[in-house]
Structure formats: structure tokens, C-alpha cells
Nanobody
Framework: QVQLVESGGDSVQAGSSLRLSCTAS?????MGWFRQAPGKEREGVAT???????RYSESVKGRFTISRDNTGKTLYLQMNSLKPEDTATYYC???????????????????WGQGTQVTVSS
């Protein structure tokens, strides 16, 4: 079992920046960030695999950056130029797989955090 704990969510103005963190109880090769807005399905934001290869959704590409610390157990999401449409609960996800991490699909992730709320006002 892998425990994931997110932090860093806040209420900010459009154009601001935030950095989300996710601390895992153990290293997993595949990690990602997802988000879910009220009344919408959970969608992929970004993933990172064991080789540090990253993948982003089109809606955040160029604004968000996913990364890990050197232990690989703390995952970050640097969010710049935030927009009201970025408002959602952000979830950290992890899986032990080495292949297929960049699919972007939430179905490949086994472990999930409880989420952290990001609210962006105009």
C-alpha cells in the first residue's frame, strides 16, 4: 500500500502561481496529478515516469510543471498563470508500473491521495 498526502492548495487570483506537493510513503515509478471540478469527471493534468519523462494535458501545457525531488517520493506541481478554469480539487496518484505511465489515463493509477483544493478567482 502507498499513502499519498497532498498539500499546497489555496484560493488565489487569476494570474497567480501555486505549487502543490504530494508526499508518498514509498517510491513509485509512475506518478501524476489529476483534477476534478464540481460536476465534471476527474481529468489528467500531468504525469511523470521513472525516467522523469513528463506528459501534460493540452489545457495546462506551458503553464504547469510536474517534477519530483531527488528521493522520488515527493511530487510537485508548479502552476503558473492560473486561470479560473483551473479551479478544482487536485489529486496525486501513483502506480508501481514502469510502462504506460504516460498514457494519461486515470485507470492505470492504483493509489490516490485525498485531494487539495485550488480555487482561482477572476
Amino acid at each position: 500500500q502507498v499513502q499519498l498526502v497532498e498539500s499546497g492548495g489555496d484560493s488565489v487570483q487569476a494570474g497567480s502561481s501555486l505549487r502543490l506537493s504530494c508526499t508518498a510513503s514509498t517510491y513509485t515509478p509512475c506518478m501524476g496529478w489529476f483534477r476534478q471540478a464540481p460536476g465534471k469527471e476527474r481529468e489528467g493534468v500531468a504525469t511523470i515516469d521513472y525516467s522523469e519523462r513528463t506528459r501534460y494535458s493540452e489545457s495546462v501545457k506551458g503553464r504547469f510543471t510536474i517534477s519530483r525531488d531527488n528521493t522520488g517520493k515527493t511530487l510537485y506541481l508548479q502552476m503558473n498563470s492560473l486561470k479560473p478554469e483551473d479551479t478544482a480539487t487536485y489529486y496525486c496518484a501513483a502506480d508501481r508500473r514502469f510502462v504506460g505511465c504516460d498514457s494519461g489515463s486515470r485507470t492505470i493509477f492504483t493509489y490516490w491521495g485525498q485531494g487539495t483544493q485550488v480555487t482561482v478567482s477572476s
